[in-house]
DNA sequence: CTGAAAGCGCTTACAG
DNA sequence: CTGAAAGCGCTTACAG
């Protein structure tokens, strides 16, 4: 019954109305009579018609597409986010288009031509090294109600931020070493110039002067997030005199890569030192010293920035304050931390 | 010196030329002399000229985008695949739309309306529980030439298929084993229903057979691949009377999970009973014991798949014999086999 | 080498 | 409620 492919004409001539008639009752059938209705659909049946993108897209100036954008598609903290966002707005019948920013250095376009190009309706970030030039650009443009930044982001800007409760897993993860009666501690962040690593640190410091503990003399080490960097942490840790008792990890994969290293160093975790991480990835619950770790729910944030992105399409004008949406985040204990020997 | 969107129009009238004369500037510049270009060059720089995407996209009747079908876009085992697929797709101006097949089971569209929607030019599936009407349909299709399967696939059809040599990788970890003195061995399989599971337990069983193992007394255990089965799988085996002396997993999570389960039932891995894994994701080389493994390149896979499946395009005839590359894997020899104890 | 013009397949103001 | 017609922004045979 199908063979050629079938255009919106081939639907007229076969149902007898004309293009318009056709064209409403896919799209806003409450203006088209039952009869033309059923004349029309029984016409799409029998042809295997379907509306075609580019020729939509084109006259109603819409793409029906998103992109994301990630600093490494291939670095699996991303996944249960992207999926998120993947349900979110497949749902909503968009594409979904991913770039990994590190890829396209050379050839990447500005971000404003993704909108200029007709390639994209809006813009989901998840890397905070965007260019500054770049998101001023968007910011004073048209486009500046469409894009938003989701985990990571950059500072002074007005786009939407969905992001996580960094200030407080870092708490969280204070007071329980503080609970415990660690008093020497230690904290390996991130890399210097990313945004959640001031957040978590600053965070964590702060808690530990609240907790009444003087702070100034932390051991700090920043990583860069990998399994690798925490082995380094590991191996700068390990050349210490006095070591501290208790670490806080700004990332499970660097926390993991520091207990394998010491480990096998001859020390234990955590009756030598406790470990606690950020994230909660799947694989933290299965090594072993189970990993004590801050969870991040990574599916509610691309699914929260999905719809956040897809509620801003709708506005022209951008809102007024920014809009920050803070997802809670909350401690997981394990087994990875334990009261300092004496 | 850009504010509203221009359109091929405002950079004819600026450069003093035709519209064809810019269009060929940009498609086919070797048609249009030194000058001309220049002038065109010129204007296009002065009014920040864009092409759109949906009407050049409309008239030459193409999309320059390729649809990846992902069964679960939060598994960190793809994430790489995708990677690579990725960097090869976005490097030669493709957009590249990832759907989750877990994610839209309601409302997806039919393989072929993809490309009848104008939605894409190719389709890469690395999903094995693909509809088989919808593939029947496909082949038959002038899109036949248009679809490639990466990592997993659905046998009997004529599709190109860009997979690991599973065959190989289970071949190494059988000789492994039996090198090191294992007689009584046992499998961790995936999913029954799963393409991969058949090809890696028959490679497994022949190679114990050409080995001089007799084969038919294994424990063999079906998995899903992911971490908790591997749990799954180690409870089954504590109750068992005779067990293995050397396990042979389809995947690295599923090792992991069964690694962290028996060695909190008391049980040392390797010495009372040897892993090998499948994969070697990244985290293998970090948890301990290290996991001894197979290789498989994943970015590598998801490279050539992009390769092979931009090869397609170009033909409109599908390839007579049907298509299949496959990539080498290696054995990663760590610290969870040994030989058996007396 | 260049331009005028048709047309890709839709949607939607406009008129009835 | 319906249809005729314009037009979204390109590309490309065709003629010169």
């Known amino acids: 019954m199908v063979d050629k492919k079938s255009n919106i004409h081939d639907v007229a001539r076969e149902s007898g109305v004309s293009t318009a008639s056709v064209s409403r009752t896919l799209s806003s059938p409450e203006l088209v009579s039952e009869k033309t209705r059923k004349k ?4 799409i049946r029998k042809t295997g018609y379907r509306v075609n993108r580019a020729a939509r897209n084109l006259r109603t100036k819409t793409t029906n597409s998103i992109i994301v954008l990630v600093p490494n598609l291939g670095n699996p903290f991303f996944s249960a986010i992207l999926s998120g966002i993947e349900r979110t707005l497949s749902k909503e019948g968009y594409n979904v288009l991913f770039c990994d920013t590190q890829n396209d250095i050379e ?7 993704y909108f200029e190009d007709g390639r994209t309706d809006g813009i989901l970030i998840l890397d905070g090294a965007c260019p500054d030039a770049e998101l001023r650009e968007l910011e004073k443009s048209e486009y500046a109600s469409r894009v938003a930044f989701v985990c990571e982001w950059v500072p002074k800007h007005s786009f939407p931020v969905i992001r996580s409760d960094n200030e407080k ?7 329980h070493l503080v609970a415990l009666g660690h008093k020497h501690l230690g904290h390996v962040a991130g890399p210097p110039e990313n945004v959640l690593t001031g957040v978590r640190k600053t965070g964590f410091l702060d808690a530990l002067e609240s907790s ?24 700068s840790f390990l050349q210490l005199q006095d070591r501290p008792t208790g670490l806080f990890f700004a990332s499970d994969l660097m926390a993991i890569g520091f207990i394998t290293r010491v480990t096998d160093a001859g ?6 030192v406790s470990v606690i991480g950020f994230d909660n990835i799947e694989i933290a619950g299965y090594i ?35 809009l920050i949406k803070v997802i809670d985040v909350a401690l997981v204990e394990r087994q990875s931390t334990c009261p300092p020997k004496k």
């Open 107 to 113: 050839g990447a376009p500005r971000l404003r031509d």
């Open 267 to 272: 020390l234990k975790v955590p009756e030598d």
């Open 169 to 175: 897993g870092a708490t969280l993860a204070a007071q």
């Open 212 to 235: 009444g503990i003087s702070t100034g003399d932390e051991w700090i080490y920043n990583g860069d997030f990998s399994l690798e960097s925490g082995v380094q942490a590991a191996e």
């Open 40 to 43: 029309v659909h029984d016409a």
């Open 288 to 322: 072993r010293p189970a990993l004590t770790t801050i969870r991040q729910s990574r599916h509610k944030l691309g699914d929260l920035a999905a719809q956040t992105l897809l509620e801003g399409l709708k506005h022209t004008e951008p809102s007024l304050s920014p």
